[in-house]
C-alpha cells in the first residue's frame, strides 16, 4: 500500500531501508520505509497519506544528534534532504531544511557574512538544528534566526519568529512538539570580511580536531554542561573514561562523548548512559540532562 502510494507518486524511497549511515553512531537498524520528499508539497502529501492511513513514520535529519534504539523500527522515515537551496539577499539569508548546516557556515563566510562560525564544525541538517537549537563556542541557531517556515500539526505551513519558537539552551517548541517540522530557516547575519572569518573558522576546526574523538563514530555531546560545571569534567572525576559496553565506550579523548568503538547497538549505548548518569549522581548529586535524543 505504501509502496504503491510512493510509486504512482514517483517519490524516491527505499524499502526495509539499512540506516546505518543515516545516524553518525553508525548503530546498525533498519527502516520499514526510508522516503526523500522533492519539495514542501509533498512533505504534505506523504504526510497526509500517512496519517489517514494511520501508519507512523519520524522526521529523520543528519542522525547526527539521535541514538537508534530499535534493530528495526515498522515506520516511515521522512528524510528532508531535497529542501537543499540556499538563498543569499544582503544580510538575509533562507535555507531549506535539508541544507546541511556545516556547507551553510562556509557558504555565508564566502558571502562575507558572519553569524554561523560556530556551526562550522556541527554536522546537522539545518531543519533538525533549528528544532534543537544546535550550538557551540557559547552561541547557538538561536542569536541568529529571524523566523522559521514550520508545517504545523494541521498540515498548514506557517511562519514561527524566533520568539514564538520558545528557544532555550538546546531546546525549542518544535523540539517539544513533534507534530511540528521546520522546513525552511531564514537567518539575519553580520557583514565581516571573508577572511576573517574563515580564519576563526578554521582554528576552531583545529581546536576540535585535538579535543574531539573524531576517528570513531560518534554523535557530539552526550550531556548538556550543567549550570556552572562542565559535563565532561564530571565524568572523568568519575574515572569513567574508556569505560566500555559492549563497544560503546567514554572516549579517553573527551569524557562527554561516547564513541562506538566496535560495533555497538543502540541499546548498549544507552546502557552506558545511565551508567555514567548513575556515578554522576552517585559522586556529585548532579543529574546529567541528556543532549542526544533516543529513536523509540
Do not use: W
Not at 529523520?60 to 543569499?88: A, P, Q
Not at 554536522?123 to 528544532?131: K, M, Q
Not at 573558522?201 to 557530539?220: F, H, I, K, N, V
Request: glycine share 4%; charged share 25%; aromatic share 10%.
Amino acid at each position: 500500500m505504501i509502496k504503491d502510494f510512493f510509486k504512482l507518486n514517483n517519490y524516491e524511497f527505499i524499502e526495509d531501508a539499512p540506516l546505518v549511515n543515516h545516524n553518525t553512531y553508525h548503530v546498525k537498524s533498519k527502516a520499514k520505509f526510508l522516503v526523500y520528499p522533492n519539495n514542501i508539497d509533498d512533505v504534505i502529501n506523504i504526510l497526509k497519506f500517512l496519517k489517514d492511513n494511520n501508519f507512523e513514520y519520524i522526521f529523520l535529519g543528519n542522525g547526527s544528534n539521535i541514538i537508534l534504539s530499535k534493530d528495526y523500527y515498522d515506520k516511515v522515515f521522512i528524510k528532508l534532504d531535497k529542501l537543499n537551496y540556499i538563498k543569499i539577499d544582503n544580510n538575509i539569508v533562507t535555507a531549506g531544511a535539508g541544507v546541511s548546516l556545516i556547507k551553510l557556515a562556509l557558504d555565508t563566510a564566502l558571502n562575507n557574512l558572519s553569524g554561523l562560525e560556530f556551526a562550522c564544525a556541527i554536522p546537522g541538517l539545518v531543519g533538525a538544528s533549528v528544532a534543537m537549537n544546535a550550538g557551540a563556542y557559547k552561541s547557538s541557531i538561536s542569536d541568529v534566526l529571524v523566523s522559521a517556515k514550520v508545517l504545523n500539526d494541521k498540515l498548514e505551513v506557517v511562519t514561527f519568529n524566533n520568539s514564538n519558537l520558545e528557544y532555550e539552551y538546546r531546546d525549542s517548541f518544535l523540539k517539544k512538539h513533534k507534530e511540528y517540522v521546520c522546513l525552511e530557516a531564514t537567518f539575519k547575519l553580520e557583514n565581516k570580511d571573508s577572511e576573517e572569518i574563515l580564519n576563526l573558522m578554521s582554528s576552531r576546526q583545529e581546536r576540535r580536531l585535538d579535543t574531539q574523538p573524531l576517528s570513531y563514530p560518534s554523535a557530539g555531546s552526550v550531556f548538556r554542561n550543567p549550570p556552572n560545571l562542565y559535563a565532561g569534567e564530571l565524568i572523568e572525576k568519575c574515572n569513567l573514561k574508556k569505560t566500555n559496553i559492549n563497544g560503546a565506550e567514554v572516549s579517553e579523548k573527551h569524557a562527554n562523548f561516547i564513541i562506538n568503538k566496535d560495533g555497538a547497538s543502540g541499546s548498549d549505548i544507552i546502557k552506558l548512559i545511565e551508567l555514567v548518569k548513575n556515578k554522576v549522581k552517585d559522586k556529585y548529586d548532579v543529574d546529567l540532562i541528556l543532549e542526544q535524543e533516543i529513536i523509540k
